[in-house]
């Protein structure tokens, strides 16, 4: 089933076409109304005049998640405020959020996207869909939400934190469908088996996002529960869950191309890689009234391809998530930058700046352990003053990353320095 | 009347135990007394040493979080109850002790090494009560 066969079935003529349209359109807007992209456009030589087709995009300049850090929090909105409807804002590299802002228009985009990708998971108006990302400033929740209303399906806002609640529900009601994160549909999976409520259930979809995962866990989650598992793509900064998705043929994640734009670029260079090619996600966000952005790097690695899919949709797909091309971790679902650690830790007298994070994935949940030196003269002879500054360290953590860490103090010196380009990140997860 | 105990924090890694002995061991360093309070990922190691300040110093030269910190070292005699009538004493004056474990450094008495939350108060409830204290002085000479 296809949810907009115009859109998502158009020839690669007419799709060309429209996305050049499109794109004219969108330089304009943000020429005129982002001081931060016409002076860059300026700084660049660049003018919308110069924008005749979606092929000069190679003419613009790129768009990163700093410029969206250096012009906090509304800086790159290109509505008045009041045409925005919603805030929404991730991780930042450091201690300030990524703030985005939807105009109403952008909500029906959003939830159109959604319902796209739903669709492409097999589920329909007559399903019982839990949500099982969590609702608030995060994407998840809600985008995924707004979507399955748009499709008309019955939804039950769970959002996180209740597996016991959530699979009595899913019994109770008789769900046929989750959304949530794959690592969190494993662990349901288990409490499910636990309760001995395996052959009770009745879901048949899951759309699993927000976190990197291999095809291994979706051969787990799909023989265990007996569904068909979806990789659901989005960030924030371009939209949220609903970017990109996989149909039943599993061959790749369809993008939205009619509202983003993709392009892969060697992070090194910044010069665009043949299809096929491993390279860097960059998304320009055609039709996004609220922040539009031009060429924003997602530094998620992957490669494209734009060949029609035996489902009969012509979107450009990509490939399964290769890495990343910074050192951004995601941490039960919530995006995590060493350097908010770091800015984190200068707060706490303490401590010194030697730490490293390790992450684990103990039944199917992630686990994060952050080891400290402890400053010489901070040490105390008493276990408790140890487990008071243990404490305080996980309440800095805690509130700098919204995600619990598991703090342990080591003496000095003892984690181990390298030459070069400090390393400060062991991820025995394996996502890649 | 007090006396220096050397204090070292340890994570739990396999061995790193072992490598403060052998800095002692390296460096002449006597060890009369050891206690280890652990829990699931660290240590405190407590000693009562010979050369408690050299003791510091080469530990910390060897990379171990070490320090000074001053307790009382107090003569028990070998009789039924003497610790009980001398923990008495000092709970009678509201002083609270932090930890507490045992030295053995003659053949007629045995000695509890103890840390308070009041160190000068202890040391006067203890000089007031006749009860016995070794200091660091008295350690070095053993």
Not at chain 2, 4 to 10: K, R, T
């Amino acid at each position: 089933m296809i949810w907009n066969k115009e859109m998502e079935c158009m020839s690669p003529e007419d799709k060309k076409r429209l996305q050049s349209e499109r794109l004219v359109k969108l330089v304009k807007y943000v020429y005129d109304n982002v001081e931060f992209y016409r002076k860059r456009m300026d700084e660049y030589g660049v003018k919308p005049e110069d924008i005749k087709s979606i092929d000069d995009i190679v003419k613009l300049p790129y768009t990163t998640k700093n410029d969206l850090r250096d012009t906090y929090p509304f800086g790159l909105f290109a509505a008045p405020h009041s045409d925005i409807v919603r805030i929404h804002a991730s991780s930042g590299t450091t201690g300030k959020a990524t703030v985005v802002g939807y105009t109403q228009n952008d909500i029906d985009v959003w939830s159109e996207c959604v319902a796209r990708c739903m669709t492409m998971a097999n589920v329909t108006k007559d399903d019982i869909i839990q949500v099982a990302y969590g609702y608030g400033l995060f994407t998840g929740g809600l985008g995924a939400h707004y979507g399955a209303e748009k499709l008309g399906a019955m939804v039950v806002p769970m959002s996180t934190g209740n597996s016991k609640k959530l699979t009595t529900m899913m019994v109770d009601f008789g769900a046929t469908a989750i959304a949530c994160t794959p690592s969190y549909l494993l662990h349901l999976s288990e409490v499910l088996r636990d309760e001995g409520l395996l052959d009770q259930i009745k879901l048949k979809s899951a759309i699993c996002g927000a976190e990197p995962w291999t095809e291994k866990m979706r051969n787990e989650i799909e023989s265990r529960l007996h569904v068909t598992a979806h990789d659901i793509y989005g960030l924030s900064e371009i939209m949220g869950p609903g970017v990109a998705c996989d149909c039943v043929h599993h061959a790749g994640l369809h993008i939205c191309d009619d509202h983003f734009y993709p392009e892969i670029i060697d992070p090194k260079t910044l010069e665009p890689v043949a299809d096929g090619e491993t390279g860097e996600l960059v998304f320009t966000t055609l039709t996004k009234e609220g922040i539009p952005l031009i060429r924003y790097r997602t530094k998620d690695l992957t490669s494209i391809t734009r060949e029609a899919c035996e489902c009969g949709r012509t979107s450009a797909r990509i490939s399964r998530f290769k890495g990343r091309s910074d050192d951004m971790l995601i941490i039960r679902g919530v995006n995590v930058f060493p350097s908010q650690v770091e800015a984190a830790l200068v707060e706490v007298e303490e401590v010194t700046p030697h730490y490293m994070m390790i992450i684990d994935r103990e039944n199917n949940l992630d686990s994060l352990e952050i080891q400290v030196e402890v400053d010489t003269k901070y040490y105390t002879d008493e276990i408790r003053g140890i487990e008071k500054l243990t404490k305080k360290i996980s309440q800095v953590i805690q509130s700098a990353l919204g995600i619990s860490a598991k703090i342990k103090l080591m003496g000095p010196n003892t984690l181990k320095r390298s030459e070069g380009k400090a390393v400060h990140v062991i991820d025995n997860r394996k996502l890649y | 009347m007090t006396a220096n105990q050397v204090s070292v924090f340890i994570e739990n890694r396999q061995g790193r135990l072992g490598q403060v002995l052998s800095v002692l061991k390296e460096n002449d360093i006597n060890i009369l007394s050891i206690s280890l309070a652990d829990t699931t990922e660290y240590g405190l190691l407590r000693l009562i040493v010979n050369k408690p300040t050299e003791a510091r110093d080469v530990l910390l030269k060897a990379g171990f979080s070490s320090m000074l910190t001053e307790v009382l070292i107090i003569k028990v005699p070998h009789q039924t109850g003497a610790l009980q009538k001398i923990l008495a004493v000092i709970a009678e004056n509201n002083v609270s002790i932090e930890y507490m474990y045992g030295l053995s450094v003659e053949s007629t008495d045995a000695s509890i090494v103890m840390k308070t939350n009041e160190l000068d108060k202890a040391c006067k409830i203890l000089a007031g009560s006749n009860i016995g204290t070794l200091t660091s002085k008295d350690i070095e000479a053993l």
